[in-house]
Structures are given as structure tokens and as C-alpha cells.
T-cell receptor, first 118, second 112 residues
Framework: EAGVAQSPRYKIIEKRQSVAFWCNPISGHATLYWYQQILGQGPKLLIQFQNNGVVDDSQLPKDRFSAERLKGVDSTLKIQPAKLEDSAVYLC????????????????FGQGTRLTVV | QKEVEQDPGPLSVPEGAIVSLNCTYS??????FMWYRQYSRKGPELLMY????GNKEDGRFTAQVDKSSKYISLFIRDSQPSDSATYLCAMNRIQGAQKLVFGQGTRLTINP
């Protein structure tokens, strides 16, 4: 089974520029997550999709961040304009289960995109 | 106050030692308690999970949850250099959104 694919692996941009990250989840996984992991910290959930609907985006800075999941499969996360404090690793994860499932639905993570804003 | 607190370390121990990693939390709604391992420049991978209170053992790893104290632990026996990584605790509620709340992570080094 192929894992969660993310691209690019690394990105360096200047502040105020825009950037986009792409994620291809594991086939058949209903739920997709974007996390932000700042150096030395644990991942923080930015947005969660179930199929192509948003479940939770309470911690997404909506003035500059946007995300979409077209056709309930691939997803893109965009930052426009970027700030220095957006420097972090952006992790995409997916899980098979959905909101109505009982029990734990394991989340599988991609390798992440390391963003540096200069 | 953060929902999940974890000592960031770093923690350095000799090979073969028993390692104890811990997290505390404040949200009593958490029911699933997980430990993720993250190697450098990799995404986190699920190591173990426990539902509600109790112990769970998997090979050299033991996870403990004490809901009365809001305290969870991960023990690693006979530690190996390959165990060197950052260990993240994570939690979520039993139902509803599968939102994971992570601790800060503890960076662990096992010295040969």
C-alpha cells in the first residue's frame, strides 16, 4: 500500500510571496489532515477534511491560509502572503475512518514539506 | 495552559537502559492516547495506542494511561540506538472528529 505522498519536500520563499503544497492521501482514506509542525514543537492541526467537506478548520489562519480537497482525494494547502513565522514543516495525514466511525482510525503521515520563509 | 504537556528533553541514555517518557493533559474528554515516533526529517508514525485507562505492551514498549491523574507514559525496555527519535504523545476524543492533539515531543538519543 502506497503511503501519503507530499510535494515539494522543501521550499524556500521570501516573505509576502505565495506558496502551495500538494498531498495525495492513501487510496480509500476518507479523512485528510493538514498539520503545521514548527521546529521543536508537536504538530498542530490546521484543517481536517472528510471526503471533500471541511470538518475542522478552527486553527487555520484564514486570512492567509486556504485549503481544498477536490473530489475527496488530493488536497492543496496554500499560503498567501507568507510570513516569517510560517516557517515550519507542513504534514499531511490521512485515515480510513470518518466522523461516525467508532474507535481509533489510525492516521498515516507523509514526510512533510519543509517551508522556509526568508 | 496547553491541553497536552510533554517535556521536550533532550533525553540521552546508554544502550540497554529503560526509558520513561511522559505526558500530562488537561482535557478529561480524551479517550484515546497514542504515542508516535518521529525520525529526523520524517513524518510521525504510530507506535502504540491505548483506549481509556490501563496498560498495553508490545514487545519492548509499554504504554500506561492513568486517567485519574491525567498522566500517560511510554516505557522502552532494552533501548537500542535505533530507538533514537522524537517521541510524541497524542490524544483525541472517543467520538466525533478525529482531531489529534499532540504534545511537544521528547527528543531521545540512545548511546551505543
Amino acid at each position: 500500500e502506497a503511503g501519503v505522498a507530499q510535494s515539494p519536500r522543501y521550499k524556500i520563499i521570501e516573505k509576502r510571496q505565495s506558496v502551495a503544497f500538494w498531498c495525495n492521501p492513501i487510496s480509500g482514506h476518507a479523512t485528510l489532515y493538514w498539520y503545521q509542525q514548527i521546529l521543536g514543537q508537536g504538530p498542530k492541526l490546521l484543517i481536517q477534511f472528510q471526503n471533500n467537506g471541511v470538518v475542522d478548520d478552527s486553527q487555520l489562519p484564514k486570512d492567509r491560509f486556504s485549503a481544498e480537497r477536490l473530489k475527496g482525494v488530493d488536497s492543496t494547502l496554500k499560503i498567501q502572503p507568507a510570513k516569517l513565522e510560517d516557517s515550519a514543516v507542513y504534514l499531511c495525514a490521512s485515515s480510513r475512518g470518518g466522523l461516525r466511525d467508532r474507535g481509533l482510525s489510525e492516521a498515516f503521515f507523509g514526510q512533510g514539506t519543509r517551508l522556509t520563509v526568508v | 495552559q496547553k491541553e497536552v504537556e510533554q517535556d521536550p528533553g533532550p533525553l540521552s541514555v546508554p544502550e540497554g537502559a529503560i526509558v520513561s517518557l511522559n505526558c500530562t493533559y488537561s482535557n478529561s474528554a480524551f479517550q484515546y492516547f497514542m504515542w508516535y515516533r518521529q525520525y529526523s526529517r520524517k513524518g510521525p508514525e504510530l507506535l502504540m495506542y491505548t483506549y481509556s485507562s490501563g496498560n498495553k505492551e508490545d514487545g519492548r514498549f509499554t504504554a500506561q494511561v492513568d486517567k485519574s491523574s491525567k498522566y500517560i507514559s511510554l516505557f522502552i525496555r532494552d533501548s537500542q540506538p535505533s530507538d533514537s527519535a522524537t517521541y510524541l504523545c497524542a490524544m483525541n476524543r472517543i467520538q466525533g472528529a478525529q482531531k489529534l492533539v499532540f504534545g511537544q515531543g521528547t527528543r531521545l538519543t540512545i548511546n551505543p
